[in-house]
């Protein structure tokens, strides 16, 4: 298997643009999350799905965030509109998760950096 | 709210020298601890994993150790290697992981 699949690997945009990052989880895996990774706050979960539905996003900072995950094999998180702020690591991970005995894949990450 | 601490936040070795990494966390209710290891402009990649009910994991010269009652659990690496040195993270819960900082590990040939 691929593994967890990123894309773009780097984004630069200015600020105010719409943002869109893409996630291709392992083929099987029921359980998909979301992460940003910063120096000053570490690494801090976003949002996580279970098939498709999400289950707890109470890590989206704001309005400005949203995630979908409209099949098993695809996810988006959006940032409209960016903010510098918003400049971090993106990390998206999957998990088959049984009885949540099973450890997070994770992707390459998409590195973003908003001018 | 889990708070996860990771000491020291960078170690310096030399090779062959034996690593002990340390990971404290707040709340003793946790589901299971996790060690990652986090190579520069990459993801993570899992070490070891340690349900709640078990004390240690072991892999390699890797083992894990966890104790729940004084929230700590310690990462041994035997031997250490140049291709040791990367970013360890110590990460708890179940669905929803609470992680540490890291400890950034350089060991020197």
């Known amino acids: 298997d691929a593994g967890v699949i990123q894309s773009p690997r780097h984004e630069v945009t200015e600020m105010g643009q719409e943002v869109t990052l893409r996630c291709k989880p392992i083929?099987?895996?029921?359980?998909l999350f979301w992460y940003r990774q910063t120096m000053m706050r570490g690494l801090e979960l976003l949002i996580y799905?279970?098939?498709?539905?999400?289950?707890?996003d109470s890590g989206m900072p704001e309005d400005r965030f949203s995630a979908k995950m409209p099949n098993a094999s695809f996810s988006t998180l959006k940032i409209q509109p960016s903010e510098p702020r918003d400049s971090a690591v993106y990390f998206c991970?999957?998990?088959?998760?049984?009885?949540?005995?099973?450890?997070?894949?994770f992707g390459p990450g998409t590195r973003l950096l908003v001018l | 709210k889990q708070e996860v601490t990771q000491i020291p936040a960078a170690l310096s070795v030399p090779e062959g020298e034996n690593l002990v990494l340390n990971c404290s966390f707040t709340d003793s209710a946790i589901y299971n601890l996790q060690w990652f290891r986090q190579d520069p402009g990459k993801g993570l990649t899992s070490l070891l994993l340690i349900q709640s009910s078990q004390r240690e994991q072991t892999s390699g010269r890797l083992n894990a150790s966890l104790d729940k009652s004084s929230g700590r659990s310690t990462l041994y690496i035997a031997a250490s290697q140049p291709g040791d040195s990367a970013t360890y993270l110590c990460?708890?819960?179940?669905?929803?992981?609470?992680f540490g900082a890291g400890t950034t590990v350089t060991v020197r040939a």
């Open positions: 990460a708890v819960g179940d669905y929803k992981l609470s």
């Open positions: 799905f279970n098939n498709n539905v999400p289950i707890d």
């Open positions: 083929s099987g895996h029921d359980y």
């Open positions: 991970a999957s998990s088959p998760m049984a009885n949540g005995q099973e450890t997070q894949y």
